[in-house]
């Protein structure tokens, strides 16, 4: 792993990567522990590391929860070189949008495929981050759309990823690595998804094998997820690595009073 | 309204009232003012106004949030006087108990006609906590299970319930109501629920007419939703209270790079 540039303003610092293909970054509090907590951060598809909306997160979570955060450009994205094979994923695509054929189908088999380039990606940039000196607390994982389609399998077999986030990706490719996901996972489901069907949706948030598991859905197309859900990440990771969860009951099951 | 009671304790004021057969608690944080937000709780079949999960929940909202809380007995419960057809609904579900039938669509039934009750009461309630200068501010409902088979249709006709969490419910009964709720609603829904079919709870969230919409699902049986959820509920009202939400867009719709 060669740090390639770094540069510190407000309290943050922000430091580019290379390990072999790969491009990352490292966000860190200034005050910065190795065993403060660690989120990998997985982008969607068309975007890259430093897509605002991942700049944006990455900040929030250093800002308000004292997170270090890493992203890395998932193949074909970002400062990546294009493969055949990307190219042909965006070909196809754009050939089904053509003639009005729906592309969610093939996006996910186009994710499926990418997700078994980056998964040891991901793997190798953990190893990395963790000798550098900056993976010793816990490390959670967020990514939704196609960051779920890579998110997914890498955290069924990655043993330091200790929560996720996950969502917008349907069960069709997923359902297997789901059902290997053994810690608490954040859902997020869109109700009018345009890309992924709903009980399709549904259907990968069953599959999941953890009990620690919960579902947010909310109106809207695929991009729409409102902004607090922002938030409410940042209170699951946090949840997860403070205390195990308690549960109540709010009320008695029925009025045999 | 009649209090008969008031009691202060840790900057807490617990003042109980009497309304023609109504009989509810209203909870103060001690430096109140008419301006502060009201929350009203709709208890679950078999409890009451100050079952230990109702207390436990308007504390929560009086010291984290500084909201006031009011809650009432439902019809048949807690003080108020069981009528025949109060005890025909106990008998009913007893029997189909005893032979081991599924109690969850007759407790629908039972609530739906309770319901009928219970509206009129709500407003009522709502009427006098008006005139006494507690409601000045914005006003929620919470209420799962049986209070939301009164919540839902109290809020589908009742304009100054500007926000409300629901739950563990289904469409059944509720669906027309729920089509008529234009404020936003945060929506509680048990996986494993075994009195509620895990597509009718869905399908009722479905129903609710407005956007700002939330589904939280989780693992589990009827009464088990988790811990974390009362804080969530917590942000929901602030949140809907502070401003409106914003949306964001987390990544792109495909991989067109």
Redesign the interface.
């Known amino acids: 792993m060669r740090f390639t540039s770094q540069s510190t303003a407000d309290g943050v610092s922000e430091r580019l990567f290379i390990l072999g293909d790969i491009h990352g970054v490292l966000w860190t509090p200034a005050d910065s522990t190795d065993t403060r907590p660690l989120v990998l951060l997985g982008?969607?598809?068309?975007?890259h590391k430093k897509?605002p909306?991942m700049v944006?997160?990455a900040h929030r979570y250093m800002t308000a929860c004292g997170f270090a955060v890493a992203a890395i450009d998932a193949p074909?994205?970002g400062d990546r070189a294009?493969t055949a094979q990307?190219e042909q994923?965006?070909a196809g695509?754009?050939q089904l949008m053509a003639v009005g054929e729906p592309?969610g189908p093939q996006?996910a088999r186009?994710?499926a495929e990418r997700s078994a380039r980056a998964v040891p990606e991901w793997r190798a940039t953990l190893d990395a981050l963790q000798d550098a000196g900056h993976a010793g607390g816990p490390v959670g994982f967020w990514g939704?759309?196609?960051?779920s389609a890579i998110g997914i399998p890498f955290a069924a077999t990655e043993p330091r990823i200790g929560a996720a986030v996950f969502g917008l990706a349907g069960h069709e490719t997923l359902v297997e690595a789901a059902a290997q996901v053994t810690v608490p996972v954040q859902f997020l489901l869109q109700?009018n998804d345009?890309?992924v069907p709903r009980d399709s949706g549904?259907a990968l948030?069953?599959a999941f094998a953890f009990?620690?598991?919960?579902?947010?859905?909310?109106?809207?197309h695929?991009?729409?997820?409102?902004?607090?859900e922002?938030?409410?990440s940042q209170?699951f990771f946090l949840?997860h690595w403070r205390r195990r969860?308690?549960?109540?009951?709010?009320?008695?099951?029925?009025?045999?009073?």
Do not use: C
């Not at 308690?246 to 029925?254: D, F, I, Q, T």
């Open positions: 982008h969607g598809g068309g975007q897509a909306g944006a997160r074909g994205h294009k990307d994923h965006a695509i754009k592309i996006i186009d994710n939704v759309s196609m960051g109700w345009e890309l549904l948030f069953d009990r620690e598991k919960t579902l947010h859905a909310n109106p809207g695929h991009t729409g997820v409102p902004a607090f922002l938030e409410s209170r949840r969860p308690k549960r109540m009951a709010v009320y008695l099951p029925h009025p045999l009073v």
